[in-house]
């Protein structure tokens, strides 16, 4: 596979220096630069913040080297922001200032890189950065890849990104990989007894499906991944307002965070016997639409009152939960963009994570600080599960009250899920509502990396 656009095997004789530094660095490196470029940065009030880059100028005029405000050796993002802020050319690694670590370097480089250009050729090249000495480089494609993945997925319109189409691009992750992607679609999701999954898309004209893919020995450690993907959501007959569905096309993004995981997790060859499970559909409205009140059977068993058919991602889920169980997994997981309350509460950056099981939930934090990927776990509060009582059936997939809705939306996925099986639940936005360093305004992967690094130290 050949590297990165973002980055160049050596330097050429226009390659500049890109010289890292934070506050406490910044003067030593001044004293030591002689007077022009002393002059030079103080007149153009440069004080090494965080991702603010700096060209030097030389003889002629042409610049001689660039600048990088930098938090400390650990800090990827700012290189992100140097990928997009700097002109266009060739950048190496200088030995001066901050000693960094070189594949958080190129890895911030190669996130802070990322275009999506599907409908638009960008106008600008990329910027190249020479690979810094001692970047994990394998490591480095493997999660900037899975990053642009699931971005490229959340951005891609409905109109291009149904059920069909997300399907495809599972079919084409385990073909890469030399896995296996099995797929259900329409009425057959009813033979296999998916009966959720099936009343949520039945009223699409783009047929339900629920996407199976299966990688790995069969002897390893079973890790079973769940994503929602709701491809678009109109909120079916309980229908949204016209704004709530602007960015509705991102309502797959936990299929997305589901997929680039996979994609790490395959990349490095991880000793797991991995599976993936997306509920593929479109909750739109027709005749067919299930309805407020409705009853839905589930795999599991369980009859669910439906509250309101704009908490449908939570329907499709319970269905691949239940299905995940049968098979006894070592770990399972599940990401959607399933509540606006957990928005709410930890806002668009910071996704919610529900987890049964301490000893998990503590080192996803650890790994989430470690890589920057950031995490808030948030409790199953126990005494709250009877808000999910339905007078009719088994519980109530909304229930009246509005008040900790991304608890009782985690609670009613608890419902389906094993009790000796650890899991855990992120409720995700997968989207950046503003262009930061390193992350485009868009669709984003929100919580793959710090996942990722978990199962890395687990079994790698």
């Known amino acids: ?50 991702g603010a880059v ?58 802070g890189s990322y275009r999506f250009t599907r409908y638009r050729k960008s106008e600008e090249s990329l910027r190249e950065l020479v690979w810094p000495d001692g970047a994990d480089k394998a490591a ?15 951005n891609t319109p409905a109109g291009d990104m149904g059920p069909g189409e997300l399907a495809n691009e599972a079919r084409a992750l385990a073909r890469a990989f030399k896995g296996q992607c099995d797929i259900t679609v329409g009425d057959d999701l009813l033979r296999d007894n998916f009966p959720m999954i099936h009343a949520v898309g039945r009223a699409s004209s783009r047929a339900p499906r629920l996407i199976d893919l299966t990688w790995g020995r069969a002897g390893d450690p079973k890790i079973t991944i769940v994503g929602k993907g709701v491809c678009f959501d109109t909120g079916g007959l309980d229908l949204k307002p016209s704004g709530a569905m602007l960015m509705m096309k991102k309502d797959m993004g936990g299929a997305a965070q589901a997929l680039a995981v996979a994609r790490m997790v395959m990349a490095a060859e991880l000793p797991v016997r991995l599976r993936v499970l997306i509920p593929a559909v479109e909750n739109s409205v027709s005749g067919d639409a299930f309805r407020p009140m409705d009853v839905l059977p589930s795999r599991k068993g369980l009859t669910v009152e439906i509250g309101n058919t ?9 269905d691949a939960l239940a299905l995940a169980c049968e098979e ?19 806002g668009t950056e910071v996704p919610a994570l529900f987890c049964n099981d301490d000893v998990l939930a503590d080192a996803l934090a650890d790994c989430a600080a470690a890589v920057r990927d950031p995490l808030w776990r948030m409790p199953l509060v126990d005494d709250y599960d009877s808000q999910l009582d339905s007078k009719v059936a088994d519980l109530n997939n909304a229930p009246p009250g509005g008040y900790g809705g ?35 305004e868009g669709g984003e992967a929100q919580s793959p990396r710090a996942v990722f690094e978990m199962l890395r130290r687990r079994y790698g």
């Open 54 to 111: 700096l060209l030097l100028p030389g003889a002629g005029g042409e610049p001689e080297a660039a600048l990088l405000g930098v938090e400390g050796a650990t800090d990827h993002w700012s290189w992100g922001a140097a990928a997009a802020a700097l002109p266009e050319g060739r950048y190496r690694l200088s030995g001066d200032g901050v000693a960094v670590d070189p594949t958080g370097a190129a890895l911030g480089w190669a996130l």
């Open 310 to 318: 704009d908490a449908e991602g939570r329907l499709v889920l319970a």
């Open 406 to 440: 991304a608890i009782t939306a985690a609670l009613f996925l608890r419902r389906f899920v094993d009790p000796g099986i650890p899991w855990f639940h992120i409720d995700v936005m997968a989207w950046n509502t503003k262009t930061k360093p390193g992350r485009p």
């Open 140 to 154: 480095v494609d493997s999660i900037a890849r899975a990053v642009h993945l699931a971005r490229d997925l959340i």
């Open 328 to 346: 006894e997994p070592e770990m399972l997981m599940d990401f959607a963009t399933l509540t606006g309350a957990a928005r709410v509460a930890l």
């Open 1 to 50: 596979m050949a590297d990165l656009e973002c980055f160049a095997a050596r330097a050429d004789k226009k390659t500049l220096a890109l010289v890292p530094l934070d506050k406490k660095t910044l003067a030593d490196w001044r004293a030591g630069a002689g007077a022009a470029h002393d002059a030079w940065v103080a007149r153009a009030g440069f004080t090494a913040k965080a």
